[in-house]
């Protein structure tokens, strides 16, 4: 199984990103699908995930300016970040339950200038 993310970049305070995530592979089901994310020195934090069933949970910091959603089609999960402050700097990192293993990508670096 391979974890994809792409979309990352370098964007100005209150600018707008969107990341997204690919999981393929011998996948029969992908139910969980989370963006994570971990800055310097800091650690890995949860930014938001969704089920199957398309149940959201937010972290309080990224509430009303991020939203997560996903394309049980293409096992594909997006973040649309909006409103992004310096402190959003980071790198995303995708996780995803398959089949019942877990699955991380390799991170996308975000990168917001004051």
């Known amino acids: 199984v391979q974890v994809v993310e792409s979309g990352g970049g370098l964007v100005q305070t209150g600018g707008s990103l969107r990341l997204s995530c690919a999981a393929s592979?011998?996948?029969?089901?992908?139910?969980?699908m989370a963006w994570n994310r971990q800055a310097p020195g800091k650690q890995r934090e949860l930014v938001a995930r969704?089920?199957?069933?398309?149940?959201?949970v937010y972290a309080d910091s990224v509430k009303g300016r991020f939203t997560i959603s996903r394309d049980n089609a293409k096992n594909t999960v997006y973040l649309e970040m909006n409103s992004l402050k310096p402190e959003d700097t980071a790198v995303y990192y995708c996780?995803?339950?398959?089949?019942?293993?877990?699955?991380w990508g390799q991170g996308t670096q975000v990168t917001v200038s004051s």
């Open positions: 592979g011998s996948i029969s089901s992908v139910n969980y």
């Open positions: 996780y995803v339950i398959a089949t019942g293993y877990g699955y």
């Open positions: 969704i089920t199957g069933g398309g149940s959201t």
